[in-house]
């Protein structure tokens, strides 16, 4: 019980002193004098001498059941609950007041946990009224869990976690969600996907469901993030002088790694975010102080890194950049400084309060890809992708949205890593020729196709599918991730991509009013050029999100319009992007909405005054 035992003692010293005995009963000087000097030894944190000391009123005062469950009470804070239990079972729970028959409930449910005795646990612990203090009610609910656990119900105990845990923080949060997802885990697959399935949108168990899929191996259609209001629209008040839910830390440390296989995606990443932190002076928004740090690129370098940045001051920390550093810092015991990881962990582990994840996830792409052809009624899908990680991940995930938008996936082919002769994986597809199957005839003009083709593949080798797929005749609508395209204008090039759409970060076609000009930026830094404009957008990102991100995970619906993408946090603190849609003609890719905004957006910036990382 580590967890809760600092509340506990808080409510223990609060009872004693407030003298709690029942109203009927008269105490004399000297009872008085002893009670306040057993609550002054429990003030003190001298439980076991506390708890001596109420057993010994309890041998004279006329309310001795409520000296016992002090002194129970004390022992159980000093970690002796075992000497608690001679006397425990024999206050007299009728002779109790207040709350003291719902503390004794919670104390005899300890015990009894303690004894192997579940049952008795769990019938003390879910009686119809229980009510007990605000301070005990983290006890309550463990204490439930944990009978619930033993008893086998693994989905009532995971029910319990979760109503804990808005009200945990730090290590204890991330403690309770690992066991959380676990039990869910200890389910089973199917039976999940059955409760899933079941489940309305909103049900607050349903995130965590998703959770222990994930961990089970099974791709998750997960609601795509609903943007409801811009961050910075709203003042909080008259007179106020900051846009509403702009908090920006007055010293920031980023952490990235400076050398290795990952230096020139931090290098990207650094000079987008140092971008965004020099304009921010156009719109006079506050600049805190920002010291980058090394990461290393290993577990101990960023530990190092983080604790160097906490020692010198830091108020927030962005960054690291790997999933193996990132799990590191998730890890710790403790995360004094809030965190804005710039990945995802390795063990798919929850960020805990004061920690939020933001990263270039393939699975955002895929999903968005199903979403975007599903709203067009294309709802048959082929799938071709090629081998690398990005795109099998981007594969599954949009295999599992096409579904839950009722749609299906009517073949699935990987091209192989080398070699130009694509005929055999197009052939294997049987994907109608010409319109010539029955469930899909041929649309009217300007009509959706209710068949399209989804590919993830490096610009080289779509060049070679597309004119590949024309020549067997299949004539089908072609949606992609943004790996098609390379970032640049080569209408040359491109022309064999004419027609494709694809998901991107708006910054590359500046479809996003208030960010710098990519032209003009891109002319002055390489990085910002070709495929690393997306890390430079993404350290953009990593600078706008810095005065937003609590605001983003506290309000469901807000979001930031970044240069990656519309920027939402789930209840993980998990940003989540919406991507923009293009499309190539005549060679050139162009979006296909034109700007995310309105050029008259507000400013999103107070008032004058005041691993690839990209493959998650």
């Known amino acids: 019980m580590r967890l809760y035992r600092a509340a506990g003692i808080v409510l223990l010293i609060s009872l004693a002193l407030s003298a709690c005995v029942p109203p009927t009963a008269t105490r004399s000087p000297a009872e008085i004098a002893a009670s306040q000097q057993a609550d002054a030894l429990a003030q003190q944190g001298k439980f076991e001498d506390a708890a001596q000391a109420y057993l010994a009123l309890a041998k004279t005062s006329a309310t001795p059941d409520h000296y016992r469950l002090l002194a129970a009470e004390a022992y159980r804070q000093e970690g002796q609950l075992d000497r608690a239990a001679p006397f425990a079972n024999d206050i007299r729970r009728q002779r109790l007041t207040g709350d003291e028959p719902s503390r004794l409930d919670l104390l005899q449910a300890e015990l009894a946990l303690k004894q192997h005795d579940a049952n008795r646990a769990l ?18 609910l463990e204490l439930r869990a944990q009978a619930m656990q033993e008893t086998g119900d693994y989905w009532g105990a995971a029910r319990s976690r979760m109503e804990m845990d808005s009200q945990l923080s730090g290590l204890d949060q991330t403690q309770n969600r690992k066991q959380l997802v676990a039990l869910l885990v200890k389910l089973g697959a199917d039976p999940l996907k059955q ?13 965590w469901v998703n959770e222990a899929l994930t961990q089970l191996g099974v791709a998750v259609a997960r609601q795509q993030p609903a943007l409801e209001q811009e961050v910075g629209t709203m003042t909080p008040g ?3 002088n ?28 650094r000079e987008g975010f140092f971008a965004a932190y020099a304009d921010a002076s156009r719109n006079h928004a506050p600049r805190p102080l920002v010291r980058v740090y090394d990461s290393g690129g290993t577990a101990a370098s960023a530990i190092k890194a983080y604790q160097q940045a906490v020692t010198d001051g830091a108020q927030l920390v962005i960054g690291p950049l790997t999933r193996g550093e990132v799990s590191a810092l998730f890890g710790l015991s403790d995360l ?7 990945n995802h962990p390795d063990d798919k582990s929850l960020p805990a309060n004061g920690v939020s994840e933001f990263g270039l996830l393939p699975e955002t792409e895929g999903a968005q890809a199903a979403d975007h052809m599903a709203e067009r009624g294309t709802l048959t899908a082929y799938v071709i992708v090629s081998s690398d990680d990005f795109a099998q991940r981007a594969a599954t995930a949009f295999k599992a949205e096409i579904e839950a938008r009722g749609g299906k996936v009517a073949g699935m082919g990987n091209l192989p890593a080398t070699g130009v002769n694509f005929a055999p994986t197009i052939t294997g597809l049987g994907m109608p020729t010409d319109g010539n199957d029955p469930g899909n005839p041929p649309s009217e003009a300007g009509g959706a196709s209710t068949s399209g083709v989804f590919i993830s593949m490096r610009p080289q080798q779509a060049r070679l599918l597309l004119p590949q797929l024309k020549l067997a005749r299949v004539n089908l609508p072609v949606f992609g991730t943004s790996h098609i395209y390379a970032g640049v204008d080569d209408a040359g090039a491109n022309r064999d991509l004419e027609g494709v759409e694809f998901c991107d970060a708006p910054w590359l076609f500046d479809a996003q ?24 957008a993404f350290g953009m990102d990593a600078w706008s999100l810095a005065p937003y991100v609590d605001w983003l995970r506290a309000h ?31 060679g050139l890719a162009r979006p296909l909405n034109g700007s995310l905004q309105m050029d008259s957006a507000p400013a999103l910036s107070p008032p004058v005054g005041n691993d690839q990382p990209s493959q998650g």
Do not use: C, H
């Open 123 to 140: 019938q003390l612990t879910t009686q119809p009224n229980i009510s007990v203090p605000p301070a005990l009610q983290l006890r309550l």
């Open 195 to 207: 409760r899933a399935s079941a489940m309305q949108q909103g049900d607050r168990m349903l995130p």
């Open 238 to 240: 008259e007179g106020a």
């Open 242 to 269: 900051v846009r509403e839910g702009y908090k920006m830390p007055a010293r920031v440390a980023l952490l990235l790694p400076a050398n290795g296989n990952l230096a020139a995606a931090s290098s990207a990443i």
């Open 336 to 342: 004094p400084v809030a965190l804005l990881a710039l």
């Open 513 to 536: 009013p208030g960010l710098p000009n990519r032209g003009d930026i891109a002319a002055q830094l390489p990085a910002a050029r070709g495929t690393s404009a997306r890390l430079f």
């Open 556 to 586: 469901p619906g807000s979001y930031l319009p970044g240069a990656s993408g519309q920027l939402t946090a789930d209840q993980f603190g998990r940003v989540r992007r919406v991507l923009v849609w293009a499309k190539f003609q005549d």
